[in-house]
């Protein structure tokens, strides 16, 4: 969508990164839109893990209500420093304010799901060899096509083999344990230019996830800026405001669109609220969004 309707009100929240239960989110794209209504957000990008099928779904709930929606997407990709022969996992968010994705970009995002499927396999495989009771039929019986690690840690939580879901990464499913599976994604570099080339806006988001000291992160930003990156997310749940700040200048240093939004899950990060994050940490301005508008314009 181009342009927010004529009945938005000017002065509600903004919130530029949330997902549904089409990706690993667990409210359907209306129950999103409803809940965007009660808050008071008047413009959500509804960002779902290699899929705009939440957002399409959204899409005649939002305009009903009066909701601004944001075509937008999230996507992983592998991240290699200098001098160091290990990969990090990176998330883009892509997003697409005016323009259509492409076909070619769609036909990538059908592979994307394919690579999804078979790293599900994989991850079942090795929680199996390590004795855990679990099938790639069970976890997609949750997640359907877009199932993940999300849908993984609910199921290892029900049967008993972590307390909570963050229990159940910790032991199982983030990068340092010792089943985990990485997906073949494309590096993060490839990964912008192919959203560039879909018609997209790519962003890095969550950038406090690279976890590097202040050197080396902006040396990576500054790089991943000349492959064709776009925005930076300043503002996010995982952001405090000295963060924010830093993140804010950081943006603004090396001439990157700032952006911001909640991460917003549901029930899967129930302290995370629609609009304004973790205990209120986040308020997008409306500047955001006007100059991500304005770049495609």
């Not at 008047?42 to 209500?65: L, N, S």
Request: charged share 25%.
């Amino acid at each position: 969508m181009s342009d927010p309707p004529e009945s938005v009100p000017v002065n509600g929240l903004i919130d530029l990164h949330s997902h549904t239960n089409e990706s690993d989110g667990s409210l359907t794209p209306a129950e999103l839109v409803a809940l965007a209504q009660q808050v008071g957000a008047d413009t959500i990008a509804i960002t779902d893990h290699d899929t705009f099928r939440g957002y399409e779904a959204a899409v005649p709930f939002a305009r009903e209500a009066g909701v601004d929606l944001i075509r937008g997407i999230e996507l992983n990709s592998r991240l290699k420093l200098a001098d160091n022969r290990e990969h990090r996992s990176v998330h883009l968010l892509g997003y697409f304010p005016s323009d259509q994705p492409s076909t070619q970009f769609n036909d990538w995002l059908r592979g994307a799901r394919d690579e999804r499927v078979n790293r599900n396999r994989r991850l079942a495989d090795a929680l199996q060899r390590r004795g855990v009771d679990i099938t790639v039929e069970e976890v997609e019986a949750q997640g359907r096509s877009l199932a993940g690690r999300v849908h993984f840690a609910r199921i290892l939580v029900q049967k008993g083999y972590a307390k909570n879901s963050e229990d159940a990464f910790r032991k199982y499913l983030d990068e340092s344990a010792p089943s985990y599976v990485h997906r073949e994604s494309q590096t993060t570099q490839e990964a912008i230019g192919i959203i560039r080339a879909g018609r997209g806006i790519p962003v890095l988001a969550h950038p406090v996830r690279l976890s590097l000291p202040r050197d080396v992160e902006r040396n990576a930003i500054e790089e991943l800026k000349q492959a064709g990156l776009v925005g930076l997310e300043v503002y996010h749940s995982e952001h405090p405001p000295a963060l924010q700040a830093h993140y804010r200048q950081l943006a603004e240093e090396l001439d990157l669109l700032p952006t911001g939004g909640s991460d917003f899950h549901g029930a899967p990060k129930p302290d995370i609220e629609l609009g304004t994050g973790l205990n209120g940490n986040l308020r997008v301005p409306r500047e955001f969004l006007d100059r991500l508008r304005a770049f495609r314009a």
